[in-house]
């Protein structure tokens, strides 16, 4: 009895925080729960779903598992992930591999340019290849017909392999990233001992490098495996129109079947739920590979350099590799999505086409719906940073400041959004709003489920990002302003704030970004009401409208210019690994 | 003013539990300055803590002029904000975004008690007098030196007008010259202010130099407390002699009331006691007098060899061998003689005799080292 009277007042003394900051950070856990049993719980039902008249049953996996056309999306999935692993790594890692090693003239160009590989939407990469290498329309192939006469396009771009290498594209900056990282923390010294001792260049890195480097490279594989498995946006935008689906597609066709068939949200949330379980199990398997990649990290002293490698002529050929990546992924699309935009109908450039350009394709547009997705949009872009900010702070704030055992539990709960993929989490909104909740809070069609899933799926970078932050600030700074008799709320406002500013700024303008250019969860959230700006994109290009997508692709390129302007101003040396 | 009752503190830490504070108790009387000392890992810093309500202790209660701000049972806490008090801390934890006069000025802004903003200027102007920094007012509090950053936690914590002020280690991250300097305006600081002064260190010279009363802390109990030249010359145990200074150690037994055998010859005591048990008699090296030879045989005198000696400038430090223990003395005149032989005197007054528990002695001597 005495314990239990005990035991507020010794919960909030503990960990010395208010009641609304502990209710701030238990709130996403509650909901990143609340989508995954969800989730679980109607992947065992058939029936009428998610209301007490479902009947148990494990149908829906015997569905999954026993339908040959559901191995072929596993099989396509694999070879896609496989494919985007692959592309990524072998262009990220020897540019990192320069960037970090050698004396490559110009490298803050190829940090600026890296930066722009996060921040470019990857439908603009997906889009701008399916206007290069598309079987039937794709210039290129068009190009090589003439040339060759042949009957059919030699590339397809829209096969696992060919949207394994768009999405590679896309994640070739965070390949960069990740083993940019790993090179900082290996000690070159072990590599000139190898030098010294007679290896050649080969040797060396056949001997010591990759061996030294297998742990953080298969780590980074792992990581982009996990990314790769669950990508919606470009097999969205290259492959359902080609009828060629991965699982995140799939899913989608699944709870949104055309022709008016009726959704199977029963098979939906099974095959989010063998998501989850391989998303998991990645996410394992990812932290154990980063452990064996520390144990190799030696120290070495502060200040220490390794020595340059001298690359003479072979820098230009260097800058030529650098220089071709920044055109296929980001200059050409670009380029492309522009021309498409002006154009009334998709022809490779020509003469004749460029007499036919015009605004056309502008005003033809549903100028209602864009305005609607970019005020949707715009209402996203400013709310769900913020609480997203909020919310983080309270965890990191008790993560890093607490003692109690809770704040484990609390840093596994930040964790998870990390490694449940957004398509995962759409998914269990989905579910949540239209089986759930609708009797009590009617979220489904609301532009508040979309922020929801953002704020929650944007939490993981976010507390990751303040708790180093926060651990860098002395505890006794906030301690000081307690004795002096400021509360907590102010001792944040007045001493917390102003210290973590910058990376407040950064994470700020980090989320508000990847929300303004985000597809996936929109995609599956949408209705005529809650549309966003990406989505209506999509919905234009998913019905043909190739021409108007490009339209709205620019405009709303018009407005990410500048926000990622500001990201430059201010998050650019927290994200990337500049020295 | 504080009064502390069987307070009580574990950590929980990987592999376990640890006591930081044992049913700990203390009394400091109003506008005392009250220094707690010990090693690192006594948990003077964690009482200093629970003090200012940062820590919440397990159980026990403490008062603050009367009034209780944690108790165990009935449950008790007063926050830290509402506690009032001024503090130091070892980091100084000079907020870094804001200026000298900011850093001041934020507590009285907008801490517990609302002071009118009229009111404010004068208090910081008149807190930053008081520690010579008025000058340095709009500077920014990042390009202070060490000795600066200090003095602006210091006139933070005195520009409330607390009740009490507290002080974690507030020297420790001083060099040496400046740390003696600092110490005695600190002192003279309080006093001018009236405050209750409840000071955390390590250093027992420091402790001596500031302190109205000591009290000596280790492994979360409190050994002893009061006036600094009690703990000095009449400790309650041989831990606290060491503490505070070296001592010559010699194991022995109590022959008569005030006589003590030990190995390197009889001891005449002024602390009486029941002859028999195994005893501990020590005294301070600069207790040991080097006497002209020739008195003969006569009780606390010793022939001993000169094994080495070192010149500090104020004092020689010398080590000699009797029979063949070793001891030390400190002398403010060279020990030297033609045959390396001395004579040495010890009064009885000086000698400090404890019962001896039997595993003590190897912890004692190792200690002693230092």
């Given at each position: 009895m005495e314990a239990v009277l005990r035991m507020p007042r010794l919960i909030a003394t503990r960990l010395r925080a208010s009641p609304m900051l502990l209710m701030l950070a238990a709130l996403p856990m509650f909901v990143i729960l609340g989508l995954v049993v969800a989730l679980v719980w109607i992947s065992f039902q058939t029936g009428i779903v998610g209301t007490p008249n479902a009947t148990y049953t494990l149908a829906n996996y015997a569905e999954i598992f026993g339908d040959p056309f559901v191995l072929k999306v596993f099989w396509n999935t694999i070879i896609f992930t496989l494919s985007t692993t692959f592309t990524a790594l072998a262009i990220g890692l020897p540019i990192s591999r320069l960037t970090e090693r050698t004396r490559l003239p110009g490298k803050g160009l190829v940090y600026t340019i890296m930066t722009l590989g996060l921040l470019i939407p990857g439908i603009y990469t997906a889009m701008g290849w399916t206007f290069i290498a598309h079987v039937r329309i794709g210039f290129l192939n068009r190009w090589l017909m003439d040339v060759f006469s042949l009957d059919q396009g030699p590339i397809n771009i829209a096969t696992p392999v060919g949207m394994g290498f768009v999405q590679g594209l896309n994640l070739t900056a965070l390949a960069f990233i990740l083993t940019a990282q790993?090179?900082?923390?290996?000690?070159?010294?072990?590599?000139?001992?190898?030098?010294?001792?007679?290896?050649?260049?080969?040797?060396?890195?056949?001997?010591?490098?990759?061996?030294?480097?297998?742990?953080?490279?298969?780590?980074?594989?792992?990581?982009?495996?996990?990314?790769?498995?669950?990508?919606?946006?470009?097999?969205?935008?290259?492959?359902?129109?080609?009828?060629?689906?991965?699982?995140?597609?799939?899913?989608?066709?699944?709870?949104?079947?055309?022709?008016?068939?009726?959704?199977?949200?029963?098979?939906?949330?099974?095959?989010?739920?063998?998501?989850?379980?391989?998303?998991?199990?990645?996410?394992?398997?990812?932290?154990?590979?980063?452990?064996?990649?520390?144990?190799?990290?030696?120290?070495?002293?502060?200040?220490?350099?390794?020595?340059?490698?001298?690359?003479?002529?072979?820098?230009?050929?260097?800058?030529?590799?650098?220089?071709?990546?920044?055109?296929?992924?980001?200059?050409?699309?670009?380029?492309?999505?522009?021309?498409?935009?002006?154009?009334?109908?998709?022809?490779?450039?020509?003469?004749?086409?460029?007499?036919?350009?015009?605004?056309?394709?502008?005003?033809?547009?549903?100028?209602?719906?864009?305005?609607?997705?970019?005020?949707?949009?715009?209402?996203?872009?400013?709310?769900?940073?913020?609480?997203?900010?909020?919310?983080s702070f309270s965890i990191s704030w008790l993560i890093v400041r607490s003692r109690s055992r809770l704040r484990y539990l609390l840093e596994f709960g930040a964790f998870l959004p990390h490694a449940l993929p957004e398509v995962i989490m759409a998914i269990g909104a989905l579910l949540v709003a239209l089986f759930v909740l609708p009797k009590i809070i009617p979220l489904y069609g609301s532009v508040w489920l979309i922020a929801i899933v953002y704020v929650i799926s944007r939490i993981a970078f976010a507390t990751r990002a303040l708790n180093s932050s926060l651990l860098q600030i002395h505890r006794e700074l906030e301690e000081a302003a307690y004795t002096a008799g400021l509360s907590p709320m102010r001792t944040s406002w007045r001493i917390l704030v102003p210290l973590l500013r910058p990376t407040l700024m950064s994470v700020w303008i980090w989320s508000a970004i990847l929300v303004y250019r985000e597809l996936t969860v929109a995609v599956f959230l949408i209705s005529q009401e809650n549309i966003t700006l990406p989505a209506v994109i999509w919905s234009y290009w998913f019905s043909g409208a190739t021409n108007q997508a490009a339209a709205v692709t620019l405009l709303m390129t018009a407005v990410l210019t500048p926000l990622i302007l500001i990201f430059w101003w201010f998050g650019r040396r927290q994200l990337m690994p500049e020295s | 003013?504080?009064?502390?009752?069987?307070?009580?503190?574990?950590?929980?830490?990987?592999?376990?539990?640890?006591?930081?504070?044992?049913?700990?108790?203390?009394?400091?009387?109003?506008?005392?300055?009250?220094?707690?000392?010990?090693?690192?890992?006594?948990?003077?810093?964690?009482?200093?803590?629970?003090?200012?309500?940062?820590?919440?202790?397990d159980k026990g209660e403490i008062r603050i002029a009367g009034k209780t701000v944690f108790c165990d049972a009935p449950p008790t806490w007063v926050s830290p904000q509402e506690r009032k008090f001024g503090m130091v801390f070892q980091s100084y934890a000079v907020w870094p975004h804001l200026t000298v006069f900011e850093n001041v000025a934020l507590p009285l802004r907008e801490g517990a008690q609302k002071i009118p903003r009229r009111e404010v200027n004068q208090r910081v102007q008149e807190a930053l007098r008081m520690v010579q920094l008025d000058e340095q007012k709009d500077r920014s509090s990042t390009l202070l030196s060490g000795g600066q950053q200090q003095r602006v936690a210091l006139a933070r914590a005195i520009a409330v007008n607390p009740r009490v002020l507290l002080m974690d280690e507030p020297l420790s991250n001083l060099d040496a010259r400046l740390r003696e300097e600092v110490r005695g305006k600190i002192r003279e600081l309080a006093k001018q202010l009236g405050a209750t002064v409840l000071y955390v260190t390590h250093d027992q010279v420091e402790a001596m130099a500031m302190a109205d009363k000591i009290a000596l802390m280790s492994f979360g109990r409190l050994l002893q407390y009061g006036e600094p030249m009690e703990l000095y010359r009449r400790p309650n145990c041989p831990e606290v002699a060491d503490f505070f200074g070296s001592v010559n150690w010699f194991s022995g037994t109590r022959v008569s009331a005030k006589v003590v055998e030990t190995k390197i010859g009889r001891f005449e005591v002024d602390m009486g006691g029941d002859p028999g048990p195994k005893v501990l008699v020590g005294f301070r090296p600069e207790c040991v007098q080097i006497v002209e030879r020739g008195h003969g045989p006569r009780p606390n005198l010793f022939d001993a060899v000169l094994q080495s000696s070192t010149f500090l400038g104020d004092q020689f430090v010398y080590s000699v061998r009797v029979d063949d223990q070793s001891l030390m003395g400190k002398s403010r005149i060279l020990p030297i003689c033609g045959d390396r032989c001395l004579q040495l005197y010890v009064e009885p007054a000086e000698i400090m005799v404890f019962p001896q528990a039997e595993r003590q002695d190897p912890l004692l001597s190792a200690t002693r080292q230092e």
């Open positions: 790993m090179f900082r923390a290996m000690n070159p010294s072990l590599e000139e001992a190898a030098k010294i001792h007679g290896l050649s260049f080969i040797g060396t890195l056949r001997r010591v490098t990759l061996p030294l480097a297998f742990p953080a490279i298969l780590a980074a594989m792992i990581y982009m495996l996990t990314i790769g498995i669950a990508t919606f946006d470009v097999p969205a935008i290259i492959g359902l129109g080609n009828r060629i689906y991965m699982l995140s597609t799939y899913v989608y066709l699944k709870a949104n079947p055309p022709d008016s068939g009726l959704p199977q949200h029963g098979v939906t949330a099974a095959l989010g739920t063998v998501m989850i379980f391989l998303a998991l199990l990645l996410t394992w398997w990812y932290g154990q590979m980063l452990r064996q990649g520390h144990r190799y990290e030696v120290v070495t002293g502060k200040g220490y350099r390794p020595a340059l490698i001298d690359l003479g002529g072979w820098s230009v050929v260097a800058w030529f590799f650098i220089a071709l990546y920044f055109l296929a992924t980001k200059l050409i699309p670009l380029l492309l999505i522009a021309y498409a935009a002006f154009t009334p109908y998709l022809a490779p450039p020509s003469y004749e086409m460029l007499s036919k350009m015009s605004l056309a394709g502008f005003y033809n547009l549903n100028w209602d719906l864009f305005w609607r997705g970019l005020y949707n949009t715009v209402l996203l872009v400013l709310t769900v940073p913020l609480i997203t900010l909020l919310l | 003013m504080i009064s502390i009752r069987k307070l009580c503190k574990e950590f929980t830490v990987t592999d376990g539990k640890v006591a930081a504070l044992k049913s700990l108790d203390l009394e400091v009387a109003e506008g005392e300055f009250f220094v707690i000392v010990g090693a690192s890992g006594s948990g003077k810093t964690t009482l200093l803590r629970c003090v200012a309500g940062l820590e919440s202790p």
